[in-house]
């Protein structure tokens, strides 16, 4: 079994800050990528950044300059720090990761955590 755990949603007003956490844990060989989706109402999901297990990163185009990944490899832990929140970045937040089990690369993901944030 393998779980990723979010932490660091909530409601915050625009220009504000959140940080999100995601922890893998559980039986698993290797992680390769790790990143962060996220889903609006009414819309598709989309990439927000990934990063690499050598720290190569890789943001979407809306947040550039507002948001910056980083990855603690031996706590198996992704971060997301985001500044200058907008309304638009409001959606549920979803953390996954590549990692290597059973004989297979595969991704795994977290439940979700809601970011709001309000004009």
């Known amino acids: 079994q393998v779980q990723l755990v979010e932490s660091g949603g909530g409601l915050v007003q625009a220009g504000g800050s959140l940080r999100l956490s995601c922890t893998t844990s559980?039986?698993?060989?290797?992680?390769?990528?790790m990143g962060w989706y996220r889903q609006a109402p009414g819309k598709q999901r989309e990439l927000v950044a990934d990063i690499s297990n050598g720290g190569s990163t890789n943001y979407a185009d809306s947040v550039k300059g507002r948001f910056t990944i980083s990855r603690d490899n031996a706590k198996n832990t992704v971060y997301l720090q985001m500044n200058s929140l907008k309304p638009e970045d409001t959606a549920v937040y979803y953390c996954?990761?590549?990692?290597?089990?059973?004989?297979?690369?595969?991704?795994?993901w977290g439940q979700g955590t809601q970011v709001t944030v309000s004009s």
């Open positions: 559980g039986s698993m060989f290797s992680i390769n990528a």
């Open positions: 996954y990761a590549h990692i290597y089990r059973l004989m297979r690369w595969a991704d795994y």
